[in-house]
């Protein structure tokens, strides 16, 4: 008698997506909802967080940038974001010190949700398409997901979580590839207008979508 085979054996790999919007866009939040129960989802800022807490890396940065930004219990990182992002030459810098060491990270994060079966990985990476011919972000991915939400909105949301002034978050996305060429590059556009029972049911049909669309590996 023929023994059935397992079910395990035939699990398809783990969808990994990559997320994609503009700031203040609600991209956590959506790749939150993407991950479910079962999925999980990488951050890529936690992991920078990390990154910076290094000793060699606070050592550096006190001596690029000033020992104050390292006096207190950690590096001072609005203090830093606020230095780069004024110094193109300074972000290249920091950028150089950071980003690899966040994608050895993530490559290691996915391995290890793979191993446990997870499914979507979600990574959330800021600037991930601009970051990503150093770090080829996107050859990570099965799938890339723009997160669209109304310019009027994503202001009100940086002002009042993120304590920015107004034409703060334009003036930092002028620095970043344009929101169409982002858009265009995505394999779906979920709305985020701050329905969460419409934002679940938007994912889960997208999910369907990506499944049915993605190329055996």
């Known amino acids: 008698m023929a023994l059935e085979p397992a079910a395990h054996l035939f699990r398809p790999p783990a969808l990994v997506l990559g997320m994609l919007g503009g700031i203040a866009s609600g991209k956590s939040e959506v790749a939150r909802a993407f991950a479910g129960t079962r999925g999980e989802v990488i951050e890529a800022d936690r992991i920078a967080h990390e990154v910076l807490e290094s000793p060699p890396l606070r050592s550096w940065i006190a001596a690029r940038f000033g020992p104050e930004l390292t006096a207190g219990q950690g590096v001072d990182r609005a203090a830093l974001g606020a230095r780069v992002f004024a110094d193109p030459a300074a972000r290249a810098e920091l950028e150089a010190r950071v980003h690899p060491q966040v994608r050895l990270a993530i490559e290691s994060r996915i391995a290890a949700a793979r191993a446990r079966h997870a499914s979507p990985i979600v990574l959330d990476i800021p600037l991930l398409l601009e970051s990503d011919a150093a770090?080829?972000?996107?050859?990570?991915?099965?799938?890339?997901?723009?997160?669209?939400?109304?310019?009027?909105?994503?202001?009100?949301?940086?002002?009042?979580?993120?304590?920015?002034?107004?034409?703060?978050?334009?003036?930092?996305?002028s620095i970043q590839l344009p929101l169409d060429l982002k858009r265009a590059r995505a394999d779906v556009v979920i709305e985020n207008d701050g329905d969460l029972d419409a934002l679940s049911g938007r994912v889960a049909e997208a999910l369907l979508t990506l499944e049915a669309r993605r190329k055996p590996r």
Do not use: I, M, S
């Not at 972000?137 to 940086?158: G, N, P, S, Y």
């Open 135 to 173: 770090q080829h972000w996107t050859a990570l991915c099965d799938a890339l997901v723009f997160v669209d939400a109304d310019a009027k909105v994503r202001e009100a949301r940086a002002t009042a979580r993120r304590g920015w002034p107004p034409g703060e978050l334009a003036r930092r996305e």
